[in-house]
């Protein structure tokens, strides 16, 4: 156990039974990681198995029911500001301003984190040049393809030298060509500035070529963590996705919902 705004070590994420309940319900189940500064580190779980909860309690998003965060040495429940800016993050929702230019939604984003002007000017074209992007800059970004929102939401993320990037479900709907080149960007920033990665992914072959570790996730409990080596290991299979099925069922959860509400539906028109 660690004591209140003492870390346990150097890891820049630290999680000690975090648990998150809405009413009855229990999201995040008394679970706890951590991630070594530039780790590439994924979150894995089938829907609603807590995942982006527990990305919006370490991003400052939700408080958490009880349990201990630190965050590059801060706690996001009483030291928000300190935690926003050690990370930037590209939801799994688009975010961008779809009335605004490219140069216009990295601006607005640069001011908001205090950028300097100079550094900020510097920066947007260097980012928004990497992602094949600075030719586009003036047009409106609802203009823009779903490969080149998505792009574009990377840049924006970085444009404060985060020490950790989130990236929760950055590649959903993309091209392969386009996933390709996001998760090459996104590689080589954590080798040359040691950017820690926090990511969740559905694409099993993603998790399985970029994340060191990978943590398993499962109503709301982490049931397995490792590397996806060790993780077939332990399933006694051949690839990761066959790991992840042993390990979280083959059940489809989002159609057994839809199902259920559906019925739901159904009954209350009767009535």
Not at 31 to 36: A, E, L, N, T
Not at 49 to 54: I, N, P, Q, V
Not at 209 to 224: L, S
């Given at each position: ?20 309940k809405?009413?009855d ?5 008394n ?6 500064e530039?780790?590439i580190?994924?979150?894995?779980g089938?829907?609603g ?6 990305i ?25 500001n ?15 301003d ?6 216009e ?103 399985d ?16 963590m ?13 690839s ?14 989002e ?6 509400d ?6 209350r028109?009767?009535?």
């Open positions: 156990m660690f004591m209140e705004n003492e870390k346990i070590n150097n890891n820049i994420i630290e999680v000690q039974g975090l648990t998150k809405f009413s319900f229990v999201a995040v189940d679970i706890s990681f951590s991630v070594d530039g780790e580190f994924a979150f894995l089938p829907n198995a807590g995942k982006t909860t527990t919006k309690i370490l991003t400052t998003i939700l408080q958490p029911t009880s349990g201990k965060i630190f965050i590059n040495g801060s706690d996001p429940r009483t030291e928000q300190d935690v926003r800016r050690a990370f930037g993050i590209v939801f799994q929702d688009p975010s961008l779809d009335e605004l230019t490219a140069l939604n990295m601006e607005f984003h640069g001011v908001l984190y205090k950028v300097p002007k100079e550094m900020r000017q510097k920066r947007i074209e260097e980012l928004l040049k990497y992602v094949e992007l600075w030719d586009r800059r003036n047009e409106l970004v609802k203009k823009f393809s779903g490969g080149m929102k998505r792009r574009l939401e990377v840049a924006r993320g970085l444009i404060h030298h985060p020490k950790i990037l989130f990236l929760d479900e950055p590649t959903l709907g993309l091209d392969p060509q386009t996933r390709n080149h996001i998760w090459n960007y996104i590689k080589g920033l954590n080798q040359t500035e040691k950017m820690t990665v926090f990511l969740t992914t559905h694409y099993m072959e993603e998790a070529k970029i994340a060191q570790r990978i943590a398993v996730i499962d109503h709301g409990k982490i049931v397995a490792g590397t996806s080596a060790q993780l077939k290991e332990k399933t006694k299979t051949n990761l996705e066959e790991a992840f099925l042993a390990l979280t069922g083959n059940i489809m959860r159609e057994e919902a839809n199902s259920t559906r019925l739901r539906m159904m009954r028109m009767r009535h």
